[in-house]
């Protein structure tokens, strides 16, 4: 007899676009996943008596943007996981994400949008009042023209990865961190200057010696942290064109894969 082990339903990329009309604007991609027992007969018999469909889902989450005038992402979804359990008692954990969209204030009342780097947060809560989350930055894209080395790995009969002592450097990154208390969290926005503060001033001798620096320079400068994560990839150009008296100047082009992949996670 099979048995339903994890269930669980919900909707994904509501966006929500929240402004005064004025000069504010909070902007982000939210996911919301519902889970208990109450939904099992929907799955086993049809019967969606206690469902609240993912449109009105759609719906509570940008009702609920109207109510909220911060900009933090995890106080958004602190209030949008403790209204829905509020309105609906037959919801035993409720998981919500979101993504920002990322846009650059160019006048008191205008925007430009930005691809790529964007704050992450994730949230998780029951009834209990056990609460689980994570924050981040995912898609950063640091480069850097010189301070960075590799050499000294193993050489065999698969290699043909020339050694360099000096090499610019292109990585793609996202960072996550855990608080030790989420009422007292630390400043996204203050985690990635000091990522990209590292980043530009550590001379490494290779992207693993980078993120464990980024790591623990993290885990000094904010008391607030219980664990930082990073994954890395390493997009370093392909030299395309190389001026004849100086070796220096260059042209790269992009890689094509595959891409080297770094991960570390570091607790305290």
Not at 198 to 225: K, Y
Request: aromatic share 10%.
């Amino acid at each position: 007899m099979a048995e339903p082990v994890v269930t669980g339903y919900g909707k994904e990329a509501v966006s929500v676009y929240r402004t005064d009309g004025v000069r504010s604007l909070f902007a982000a991609s939210i996911g919301m996943i519902a889970r208990g027992p109450a939904f099992l007969p929907s799955y086993t018999e049809g019967d969606n008596t206690d469902v609240v469909a993912t449109d009105s889902m759609k719906n509570f989450i940008q009702i609920a943007a109207l109510d909220f005038d911060g900009t933090a992402l995890e106080d958004f979804l602190e209030l949008l996981a403790r209204r829905f359990l509020d309105t609906y008692p037959q919801v035993e954990r409720i998981e919500v994400t979101a993504r920002e969209l990322p846009f650059a204030r160019r006048t008191e009342q205008s925007f430009q949008g930005l691809a790529g780097d964007r704050a992450v947060a994730e949230l998780a809560l029951d009834r209990s009042g056990a609460l689980e989350h994570r924050s981040g930055r995912e898609g950063i894209r640091l480069i850097k023209l010189t301070g960075s080395s590799f050499a000294g790995f193993v050489r065999d009969e698969y290699t043909t990865l020339a050694e360099s002592h000096d090499r610019p450097l292109y990585v793609h990154l996202d960072v996550h961190w855990r608080n030790q208390d989420f009422a007292k969290r630390a400043p996204g926005e203050e985690v990635l200057d000091s990522v990209a503060a590292t980043f530009a001033e550590f001379d490494s001798a290779s992207i693993q010696e980078l993120v464990h620096r980024m790591g623990t320079r993290l885990l000094e400068s904010f008391q607030e942290l219980e664990e930082v994560s990073f994954v890395g990839e390493n997009r370093l150009w392909e030299t395309a064109q190389v001026l004849g008296s100086d070796e220096r100047v260059r042209v790269y082009t992009d890689p094509p894969p595959p891409f080297g992949r770094i991960e570390l996670t570091l607790a305290r």
